[in-house]
């Protein structure tokens, strides 16, 4: 089989998947025991004997597809991960297949310059100064202070390499004799639970994250925040950094940005801000008043794999002066690290990665295709979407909704426990009409909405509520 055969047979089956998926003729979500997975794909003698080619990979990859999750089903509105943009997901097949691993630039030039030009833009929407291109031989904008970041596959990642950059300036000798016990991390009870990770992976600890006081909606507050930190330190503390989310995942609420960057200069303290999820509404006319303040912060995470419409994964490392990402690392291998005269940029001194793949091109061709204004307008249209939803929603009578939501995130309670909605849960999804998750706020458990999918409707959601109801009542004992 020629790689355009093979092309051929993986593209007839994934359109027939993807048209299937927006009729909805199969399940948004339908889950076998992994034996019987295992049985169906005929694993165990694919592995031992081989043979996959022609008709047995076309069966094969029937069968796989089959068994898999449909993002594209309109009922899919279960988590923030992205309905690839059709050209997005072809640069993913690129990037396989011509497997430039750009971290060194002789190792990918063309993919290499692409994520320079997706950080630069990246950059100029958050509002900070491009890095100039090297070899454009503007010997001056060279020596300004400008911008930088990286690309890393996720925002867990992402969030790791900025409280390493955090690190670098607060405890300066620290990738030599290690973190110092009196560093922690201020966030928010909502923070994404790769904030502890990262506490854990620096050696911290996850008790090293303290948690901040925070509004109804889970929002740090901007006024007990300096009386936090103030505490903090005079107990003898290193703050390494300030974490405000850009949105929380839970529920989709902004941080007020301003006045928490504003406590952070006073107190010379490090904001680092979580937009994995939310930075995205920066292209929005409508929606980046949410984001005001962010260019005050000192690193930011911003995913392209969420609200970007590209595939897994792709996430943004930014800062506006990029000599502190670059102090993030300290390394010493010497057969990539050298001084080598070079047209281009070697991203691998801001990743933890080594091999990275080209995820610019994700980004890029999604941009490309659509303009910063396609964009725009598939972000507005998911978050009026779940304004419209909570609107409909709360307007039930035996339904609470926890915030009106400030991105395409929605949560809702059916009348009921939290055994009720993780019950209620559990049998949409083995109906698999519609997939949606769960999340915990102010204590207790929700249903949750990421409306991701551009096809979904405000109809798909009037029927979802019918499916939670009747789901509801078949819980009610006799
Ligand atoms: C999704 C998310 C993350 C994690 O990003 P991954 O790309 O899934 O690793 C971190 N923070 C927030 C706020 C998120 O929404």
């Known amino acids: 089989m020629t790689f355009l055969d093979a092309c051929r047979v993986a593209a007839e089956a994934l359109q027939s998947f993807a048209d299937r998926s927006r009729e909805r003729s ?32 076309a069966g094969f990859l029937a069968r796989y597809l089959e068994l898999s999750t ?41 993919a290499a310059t692409i994520e320079f030009a997706v950080v630069n833009w990246m950059l100029e929407k958050v509002g900070w100064r491009p890095a100039p291109f090297p070899g454009a031989g503007n010997a001056v904008g060279r020596y300004r202070r400008h911008g930088g970041g990286v690309l890393t596959h996720g925002g867990s990642l992402a969030n790791l390499t900025a409280l390493l950059a955090a690190r670098a300036r607060v405890a300066q000798g620290a990738w030599e004799e290690g973190t110092p016990g009196n560093l922690v991390i201020v966030a928010s009870q909502g923070c994404h639970y790769s904030i502890p990770r990262a506490a854990g992976v620096l050696g911290l600890g996850e008790r090293a994250v303290r948690y901040a006081p925070c509004d109804t909606e889970g929002r740090l507050d901007p006024d007990r925040l300096r009386d936090f930190i103030t505490r903090l330190e005079r107990e003898g503390s ?60 000192d690193s930011l995470v911003w995913d392209a794999h969420k609200m970007l419409r590209a595939p897994t994964v792709c996430a943004a490392v930014l800062v506006p002066d990029h000599r502190t990402l670059d102090a993030a690392f300290r390394e010493n291998a010497s057969y990539l690290f050298h001084d080598k005269e070079q047209p281009g940029f070697d991203f ?20 490309a295709a659509e303009g910063e204004q396609g964009l725009a307008a598939y972000i507005d ?15 039930e009578p035996d339904v609470e909704v926890a915030v009106v939501p400030q991105s395409n995130i929605v949560c809702f309670r059916i009348d ?9 849960r559990k049998r949409l999804t083995e109906a698999g009409n519609f997939y949606i998750s ?7 458990r929700w249903l949750r909405l990421a409306l991701i999918n551009p096809r979904t409707e405000l109809e798909d959601l009037h029927f979802m509520l019918q499916e ?9 004992p006799a």
């Open 381 to 395: 249209r998911q978050s009026d979407l779940a304004l419209a939803a909570a609107e409909l929603l709360s307007g």
């Open 348 to 367: 691998i001194h801001r990743t933890v990665e080594c091999t990275k793949a080209a995820l610019g091109l994700r980004v890029f061709f999604a941009l």
């Open 26 to 57: 199969a399940p948004a979500i339908h889950q076998l025991p992994m034996a019987a997975i295992a049985r169906q794909l005929d694993l165990q003698r694919l592995i031992s004997e081989g043979g996959l080619d022609g008709q047995v990979f």
């Open 70 to 110: 449909r993002l594209h089903h309109p009922g899919y509105m279960a988590h923030q991960v992205a309905v690839p943009h059709p050209l997005s997901a072809i640069a993913s097949l690129i990037d396989g297949f011509s497997n430039n691993a750009m971290a060194i630039y002789e190792m990918g030039p063309a």
């Open 438 to 444: 769960t999340a915990e706020f102010r204590g207790r």
């Open 416 to 424: 009921g426990s939290d055994e009720v909605q993780l019950q209620v």
């Open 238 to 297: 290193t703050i390494l950094a300030v974490v405000a989310n850009a949105c929380s995942t839970a529920v989709g609420v902004y941080d007020l940005l301003r006045e928490i960057a504003q406590v952070c200069r006073d107190l010379g303290v490090w904001l680092h801000v979580d937009g994995a999820h939310g930075a995205s509404a920066l292209l929005s006319g409508r929606r980046r008043r949410l984001l005001d303040g962010i260019e005050l912060a």
């Open 468 to 476: 939670v109801r009747q789901h509801r009542v078949a819980l009610l």
